[in-house]
């Protein structure tokens, strides 16, 4: 039998364990704060990108790069080859996707904020892939300062108006402008049919379905707040201009309200593909019938580390099941099924098309016919880069990179601003709309 233990020791115990576990939080901060700082000095000192240009697109030269980690507890006890084989997988020089060439371009200063425009295809901070061919990058660069602050986000695909702080208290002064909802927001869109007059309001909850492929959908139940304003300024044949003012700001929020009321915007991959949500696209929230699993290529998982966008892609099948309810699933699986087929335009974990014919049938649209002309089938789809001999994607389509959706203006407490509308906006503009979306709109 063992010894009794002292009434000494059996207070003090809890004491000494809560002591010991204070130390160590205060000590594991620090560590964190110190490898912290460690690493935001090495990443401020490394070299400059190589940026060049070429068929209209910004690419950065591939290059090394140092990651830097923390000790893992699931380290202990295991030697230093099993953990480079299953922790650290990267080998391969850093190959970013190229963007559009165009310039982001500084439309006004004020009140400590910084406006500017920013291109469509541009992801916004460093994510998957992008690095360097990032807003964050190319406008700390082009200031000359080491820290970018923003003030909101735009989806990769969405081109418009960002508000950039020249400080961190500046910065954060608008987010709190924003969390409140104090500040008015315009948006521009060309939708796909003839949209409403006078001014239509949804008010649909929205939810994720698939946070790492950017999947959203109206859910009446389980979705968060969400309110958007659209007012049409003007129709063609088969498209509308329509002006959006949301009043709260969840992702794709106004993608997702206008794909609901049955006028997606028009070449919106995700939200206007009949090959994932079947012919009504989405609308009043109609989810699409379970395809059949002979045709179904569902995505392996570890088959693909990124798509060629920079994003991570993993198979959502069965790690959604326990979030998703089962009329959800079939939306899962023919999203994955477009990604492994690769007829898809890279969105928050989409492929790229690279053939004309992909881009036909699954919906998008060009500016002309020359615009679908314009695909890099003639370069080679299988070089290697010769320093890491990872495999080199053919650069995409120019007119792949975007969607038609602008942030046009912003205001908020004495100050306001504005960027110009863009070309597709305007009233000359004659969109060319593939087969597909022309039927759908034949049945309506």
């Given at each position: 039998?063992?010894?009794p233990?002292?009434?000494?020791?059996?207070?003090?115990h809890?004491?000494e364990?809560t002591d010991i576990?204070?130390?160590s939080?205060?000590?594991r901060k620090q560590n964190?704060?110190a490898?912290?700082?460690?690493?935001?000095?090495?990443?401020?000192?490394r070299?400059k990108?190589?940026?060049?240009?070429?068929n209209?697109?910004r690419?950065v030269?591939?290059y090394?790069?140092t990651y830097?980690?923390n000790a893992?507890?699931?380290?202990?006890?295991?030697?230093?080859?099993?953990?480079?084989?299953?922790?650290?997988?990267d080998r391969?020089?850093e190959?970013?996707?190229p963007i559009v060439a165009k310039?982001?371009?500084?439309v006004?200063?004020a009140?400590?904020y910084?406006?500017?425009?920013?291109?469509?295809?541009?992801?916004?901070?460093?994510?998957g892939?992008?690095?360097?061919?990032?807003?964050?990058?190319?406008?700390a660069?082009k200031?000359g300062?080491?820290k970018?602050y923003?003030?909101?986000?735009?989806d990769?695909?969405?081109?418009?108006?960002?508000?950039?702080?020249?400080d961190a208290?500046?910065?954060?002064?608008?987010?709190?402008?924003?969390?409140?909802?104090?500040?008015?927001?315009?948006y521009?869109?060309r939708?796909?049919?003839?949209?409403p007059?006078?001014?239509v309001?949804?008010?649909k909850?929205?939810?994720?379905?698939?946070?790492?492929?950017?999947?959203?959908?109206v859910?009446?139940?389980?979705?968060?707040?969400?309110l958007?304003?659209?007012?049409?300024?003007?129709?063609d044949e088969h498209t509308s201009?329509?002006i959006?003012r949301?009043k709260?700001?969840?992702?794709?929020?106004?993608r997702?309200?206008l794909?609901?009321?049955?006028?997606?915007?028009?070449?919106?991959?995700?939200y206007?593909?009949?090959?994932?949500?079947?012919?009504k696209?989405?609308?009043?929230g109609?989810?699409?019938?379970q395809?059949?699993?002979?045709?179904l290529e569902?995505?392996?998982?570890?088959?693909?580390?990124?798509?060629?966008g920079?994003h991570d892609?993993v198979?959502?099948?069965?790690q959604q099941?326990?979030t998703?309810?089962?009329?959800l699933?079939?939306?899962?699986?023919r999203?994955?099924?477009e990604?492994r087929?690769?007829?898809?335009?890279?969105t928050?974990g989409?492929?790229s098309?690279?053939?004309?014919e992909?881009?036909?049938d699954?919906g998008?649209?060009?500016?002309s016919?020359s615009d679908?002309?314009?695909?890099?089938?003639d370069q080679?789809?299988t070089?290697f880069?010769p320093?890491c001999?990872?495999?080199?994607y053919?650069?995409?389509?120019?007119?792949?990179?975007g969607?038609?959706?602008?942030a046009m203006?912003?205001?908020?407490?004495?100050w306001s601003?504005?960027?110009e509308?863009?070309?597709?906006?305007?009233s000359?503009?004659?969109?060319?709309?593939?087969?597909?979306?022309l039927?759908i709109l034949?049945?309506?």
């Open positions: 039998m063992d010894p233990i002292s009434n000494d020791k059996q207070k003090s809890p004491e364990i576990q204070e130390r939080t205060k000590k964190h704060k490898e912290q700082t460690k690493t935001e000095d090495t990443l401020c000192m070299s990108p190589v940026y060049y240009f070429e209209g697109l690419k030269k591939p090394w790069f830097f980690v893992k507890l699931r380290w202990f006890g295991r030697g230093v080859y099993d953990v480079f084989k299953t922790e650290f997988k391969e020089a190959h970013e996707p310039d982001i371009r500084i006004g200063r009140n400590g910084i406006a500017i425009d920013k291109p469509a295809g541009i992801t916004v901070h460093p994510s892939r992008y690095r360097y061919n990032t807003v964050v990058e190319i406008m660069n200031l300062v080491d970018i923003l003030g909101n986000r735009l990769r695909m969405v081109s418009g108006l960002m508000i950039l702080g020249t208290e500046n910065a954060r002064k608008l987010e709190q402008e924003m969390s409140a909802r104090k500040v008015q927001k315009k521009i869109c939708v796909l049919g003839t949209f007059e006078g001014v309001i949804c008010d909850p929205i939810r994720t379905v698939a946070h790492k492929l950017g999947l959203n959908c859910d009446i139940e389980g979705g968060k707040e969400s958007t304003e659209f007012e049409k300024i003007f129709s201009v329509v959006c949301p709260t700001g969840r992702t794709h929020q106004i997702v309200h794909q609901y009321l049955g006028f997606p915007i028009v070449n919106d991959p995700l206007c593909n009949p090959n994932i949500w079947g012919a696209l989405g609308y009043l109609q989810l699409p019938e395809v059949d699993e002979k045709k569902h995505v392996d998982p570890g088959e693909l580390k990124f798509d060629v920079g892609i198979d959502l099948s069965k099941a326990n998703n309810s089962d009329l699933q079939p939306l899962i699986d999203l994955l099924n990604i087929a690769g007829s898809m335009d890279g928050a989409l492929n098309a690279t053939d004309n992909n881009i036909r699954t998008h649209v060009g500016e016919s679908l002309d314009t695909k890099t089938n080679p789809t070089t880069c320093e001999h990872q495999m080199e053919p650069d995409p389509a120019i007119s792949d990179l969607i038609w959706l602008h203006s912003y205001s908020g407490h004495n601003f504005e960027t509308i863009p070309d597709w906006a305007e000359s503009f004659i969109p060319k709309l593939p087969k597909q979306l039927d034949s049945h309506r």
